[in-house]
């Protein structure tokens, strides 16, 4: 059963992992409906994102290696430290720093008390309100040729934010984005971007300890691996969906859905369907 269930989750995560609407929300709740009916973990929501973010560097790969080879060249004098992708190396690790800072804070709280469905049932709906004002009033005309050093700093703490499960990290930082001015694509995109140090290093970080560990966890290994796989696959599909429909559509669905998934939450809590 559990490699049923691994299969389940790792579609879960590919599906959500680049919506707005918190993917280790969707992993908390849906493992909890299973028939185990268990928290997968922080570790194991962290070394499946490995496959969805695996699909973003491929799906960016062009960019990536762009934006490190003239960042590079910066540091050398090789190029102009004003140069448009150079900027965006050094925004990214800009960006970085608020989420690496709490997650080493925080990192108790993560695996323990943040984790609990009353907490994700309220931001869930919550941040989903933030984001359905910041699309309906963010005036959507800078890009990412705008992005400044402060603005970077605010999506980084966006994103921080998603370390609690329910805010999402695209949510976060695309809520921030439109708050700020920018476009949905161009705040999209910036999400996808800034997620890749902070969700490999967390990633690799969970997967080191989960294969020096000889404690039981709800999957094994293999199971966890067949999981980050079929996230991967998935992942690399919605990404492709997601920024041509953010480029002709708002972020409304993504808004009631919220609403309506965090109220569900509330509604077994409430009825002891499921146990925060």
Not at 38 to 51: H, M, N, R, V, Y
Not at 107 to 135: H, M, N, P, Q, Y
């Amino acid at each position: 059963m559990h490699w049923i269930e691994a299969i389940i989750l790792g579609l879960v995560q590919g599906l959500t992992e680049f919506l707005p609407v918190s993917s280790s929300a969707h992993l908390r709740i849906v493992g909890e409906l299973l028939p185990d009916g268990k928290d997968p973990g922080a570790a194991f929501t962290a070394i499946t994102q490995l496959g969805t973010e695996l699909a973003v560097l491929i799906y960016f790969w062009k960019d990536f290696v762009r934006i490190i080879s003239r960042w590079f060249g910066s540091l050398t004098g090789r190029v102009p430290r004003n140069d448009q992708d150079a900027r965006m190396g050094w925004l990214i690790i800009v960006g970085s720093i608020p989420i690496v800072v709490f997650g080493l804070l925080l990192k108790d709280a993560i695996e323990t008390s943040f984790r609990s469905l009353w907490i994700v049932g309220t931001t869930l709906i919550v941040f989903g309100v933030i984001l359905g004002v910041a699309d309906a009033v963010g005036r959507q005309v800078r890009k990412l040729e705008d992005l400044t050093v402060p603005h970077g700093l605010i999506y980084g703490f966006a994103q921080a934010l998603a370390l609690i499960p329910g805010v999402s990290r695209s949510g976060g930082t695309i809520t921030a984005g439109l708050l700020m001015g920018y476009t949905r694509e161009a705040a999209a995109r910036y999400s996808f971007l800034l997620a890749m140090p902070a969700v490999f290093a967390s990633g690799l970080y969970e997967l080191y300890g989960a294969l020096k560990s000889t404690s039981p966890t709800v999957y094994t290994m293999p199971q966890t691996a067949l999981a980050t796989v079929i996230a991967f696959g998935v992942g690399y599909a919605i990404i492709a969906w997601f920024l041509r429909y953010i480029s002709h559509n708002s972020f409304r669905p993504f808004v009631w859905y919220r609403i309506g998934l965090g109220v569900v939450v509330y509604i077994l809590l409430g009825t002891g369907v499921i146990s925060a």
